[in-house]
């Protein structure tokens, strides 16, 4: 069966890996999805256990095989992603910069999201809690925003802040769309604002 473990009996130090779910979180990271420390399944947030498994054997197994395979298993507060070891080697800033088009719409998309909610009298805590969210219509009028378009298009993304924001976060497990079909951010969306607000303040 597709879950029998690579090692069957558990020794110390020797790994015990879950078929299943090491294909499964192999196909998402390489397909440019973050794993998440929790998931939103059914209006509820639960454990990921694609998250569990990378944390339970990263150690003894995944970070070296990742590895074997060209690529670095990197875990930041809350998810996994994988990014190659050229990037890795080349990169002179210990907080994983990478300049790919991929990660500046992210970004873009991320930094349109926080101002775009504070300047509409929001709380932040709106896009981080589960059961509130923004609104579509929310998101709409902030994409309305002339600065925030042109943010938008210099990180390449030509269309409406919410198709933007399901292309670049909600694709990729960095957000994701409540039962009320409001955007929230998942851990990789909070880690974002969580490294502003380090910046902002090793920076007074």
């Known amino acids: 069966m597709s879950d029998t473990p690579f090692t069957q009996e558990t020794t110390p130090g020797q790994p015990v890996v879950n078929r299943r779910l090491s294909q499964e979180a192999f196909r998402k990271l390489t397909a440019g999805q973050v794993i998440n420390q929790t998931q939103y ?4 947030v639960a454990p990921n256990p694609l998250f569990g498994e990378l944390f339970k054997e990263r150690d003894r197994y995944y970070v070296e095989a990742y590895a074997n395979m060209g690529m670095e298993l990197v875990q930041r507060p809350g998810f996994f992603y994988v990014r190659s070891l050229s990037e890795a080697q080349n ?3 210990t907080r994983d ?5 991929a990660i500046r719409q992210v970004q873009g998309v991320l930094l349109v999201l926080g101002r775009g909610v504070l300047e509409k009298g929001f709380m932040f805590e ?3 809690l589960p059961d509130a969210g923004i609104s579509r219509e929310i998101l709409e009028s902030i ?8 943010i938008l298009k210099a ?3 030509d269309q409406p802040l919410p198709e933007a924001v399901k ?9 994701y769309f409540n039962v009320k079909g409001n955007l929230v951010l ?6 974002f604002f969580d490294d502003l607000f380090v910046e902002y303040q090793s920076g007074e």
């Open 143 to 150: 994409g309305n925003n002339p600065i925030f378009n042109q």
């Open 97 to 101: 910069h990478e300049s790919t088009g």
């Open 41 to 44: 399944v059914n209006g509820q």
């Open 186 to 191: 998942a851990e990789a969306g909070k880690a």
């Open 155 to 157: 990180c390449k993304m």
């Open 126 to 128: 709106a896009l981080t």
């Open 167 to 175: 292309v670049a976060l909600v694709d990729r497990d960095i957000a």
């Open 91 to 93: 990169d002179d800033d």
